[in-house]
Every structure is written in C-alpha cells, then in structure tokens.
C-alpha cells in the first residue's frame, strides 16, 4: 500500500516568489492536512481539507493557501515568499468518520529553503 | 486555551537503560492522543493510538499508557536505532483536529 507522497522533496526559491507543493495522500484517505515544521516552532497546523472543502485552517496569513481536488490530491501555495517561511512542509493524511479523524500518516515533507 | 506539553526536551540513554517520556495535555473534548516517532529530515512515523484513560498498548520495546491528564511512553531497553523525536499529538472534536507537542529528542547511546 503507498503511503502519502509529496513532491518535490527540496525547493530553493527567492524571496518575493511564490511556491506550489503538491501531496498524494494514502488511497482511501479522504483528509489531507498541511503542516510547516521550524526547529523554533515545532508542528504547526496550516490547514484541513476534505471532499475539496477546507475544513479547519490554523493561524497563518493569507499567503498561505491551499486547495484539493476530486482524487483527493492537494496542492498548498505560498505567494510572496518570506525568509522566515523557510521550513519542513509535511503533508498528512487521514480517514474522515463524519467530524473525527484517524491517526493521520505523514509523507515525507518538502523541505523549502527562501534565500 | 489548549496545550500539549512534553518532557524532557531531550534525554540521553546508554544502550539498555529503560526511561519515560512524557506528555502532558489540557485540552477539552479530547478524541485521542498519537504517538510518533520522527527520524531527522523525514515525516512523523506514526507509533500509536490511545483513546481513553487507563488504556495501553506496545510494540517492541515501546509501550504508550494514558491518563486523564497525561500520556507516557516507556522504553525499555532501548537500542541507538530507538533514537529520534518522539512527538505526542492530541486530538479534538473541534477545531483544528490535531495539535502536537513540541517533542523529546531522545539519544540511545551503544
């Protein structure tokens, strides 16, 4: 069974670009979640999508967006890159039984360097 | 307001010497709570499951317990390739479902 993959694995962009990072989540699983992960922060939720709706979003700016398509696949976008947004962009994804979601199983994240 | 606490930050073992880590939580409406093991550069490696308190379970040289207020994981007789960040997440029925502790890193030495 494969697990959830995430392209690309390493990106450098420059400051003021913008970046797609694209998620394949577990066959079956209909949640996907986006995570970024600093040494200085540890795990932050970014935000859920489910059935292509974006369920629950966590505390970061607009620049941050995401969207899912009808296979499930998600794609997060972030516009107008900043330094600090250099991170571990770890995707997830999850069964959905009505409000509530299984363990979540993690792809091996794309790690986005802002020079 | 919600939070999820784990200690040590971080824990050096010789080869075999058993230890605990701990996960300490204040969140309403907990659904669960995860373990994951987390490998430098890599994703979350999902460990476990516990739903209720009073519940276990183990793998290995791994075992998860829960309390109403906390979690452990114990390990016993750790190996160096048992070494990694342990993360604890909890999980609500509301809101964003699923806030992580900030991690032990823990190192087995041979």
């Known amino acids: 069974k494969a697990g959830v993959t995430q392209t690309p694995r390493y990106l450098i962009k420059t400051r003021g670009q913008q970046v797609t990072l694209s998620c394949s989540p577990i066959?079956?699983?209909?949640?996907v979640s986006w995570y970024q992960q600093t040494p200085g922060q540890g795990l932050q939720f970014l935000f859920e999508?489910?059935?292509?709706?974006?369920?629950n979003k966590g505390n970061f700016p607009g620049r941050f967006s995401g969207r899912q398509f009808s296979n499930s696949r998600s794609e997060m976008n972030v516009s107008t890159l900043e330094l600090g947004d250099s991170a571990l962009y770890l995707c997830?994804?999850?069964?959905?039984?009505?409000?509530?979601?299984?363990?979540?199983?993690f792809g091996q994240g794309t790690r986005l360097t802002v020079v | 307001e919600d939070q999820v606490t784990q200690s040590p930050e971080a824990l050096r073992l010789q080869e075999g010497e058993s230890s605990s880590l701990n996960c300490s939580y204040t969140?309403?409406?907990?659904?669960?709570l995860f373990w994951y093991r987390q490998d430098p550069g890599k994703g979350p490696e999902f460990l476990f499951t516990?739903?209720?308190a009073g519940e276990e379970k183990e793998k290995e040289r791994l075992k998860a317990t829960l309390t109403k207020k906390e979690s452990f994981l114990h390990i016993t007789a750790p190996k160096p390739e048992d070494s990694a960040t342990y993360l604890c997440?909890?999980?609500?029925?509301?809101?964003?479902?699923?806030?992580f502790g900030p991690g032990t890193r823990l190192s087995v030495l041979p």
């Open positions: 999508y489910f059935s292509e709706t974006q369920r």
């Open positions: 997830a994804s999850s069964l959905r039984k009505g409000e509530l979601n299984t363990e979540a199983f």
């Open positions: 066959s079956g699983h209909r949640s």
């Open positions: 969140v309403s409406g907990l659904r669960g």
């Open positions: 516990l739903y209720s």
């Open positions: 997440a909890v999980h609500r029925n509301y809101g964003q479902n699923f806030v």
